[in-house]
């Protein structure tokens, strides 16, 4: 089994910053491309971050400037450090991670159990 099991979520005041981060455990055979994903109610899933082994990075225009995705192999993490919250970033933030199972040596798509990050006026 694999586990993605994301932390740092809660609320704050708008223009405040949070810090969340995802961590990869159990049969991971390796991880390639780490990711950020947001669901407002009512709304469709969107991408908010991405990043590959490489460091290369890629955002979402709502975010850009504001958030920072960045990675620690070491430690199976992959951060995301929001700054300049608005209200409108309001919603439950899902950690995704294109990962290789160890048994199956096979490539699939696992997602966290999501974080609630809630901005207030």
């Known amino acids: 089994q694999v586990q993605l099991v994301e932390s740092g979520g809660g609320l704050v005041q708008a223009g405040g910053s949070l810090r969340l981060s995802c961590v990869t455990s159990?049969?991971?055979?390796?991880?390639?491309?780490m990711g950020w994903y947001r669901q407002a109610p009512g709304k469709q899933r969107e991408l908010v971050a991405a990043i590959t082994t490489g460091g290369v990075t890629n955002y979402a225009d709502s975010v850009k400037g504001r958030f920072t995705i960045s990675r620690d192999n070491a430690k199976n993490t992959v951060y995301l450090q929001m700054n300049s919250l608005k209200p409108e970033d309001t919603a439950v933030y899902y950690c995704?991670?294109?990962?290789?199972?160890?048994?199956?040596?096979?490539?699939?798509?696992?997602w966290g159990q999501g974080t609630q990050v809630t901005v207030s006026s």
């Open positions: 995704n991670a294109r990962i290789v199972h160890r048994l199956l040596r096979a490539p699939g798509d696992y």
């Open positions: 159990g049969n991971v055979f390796s991880t390639s491309a």
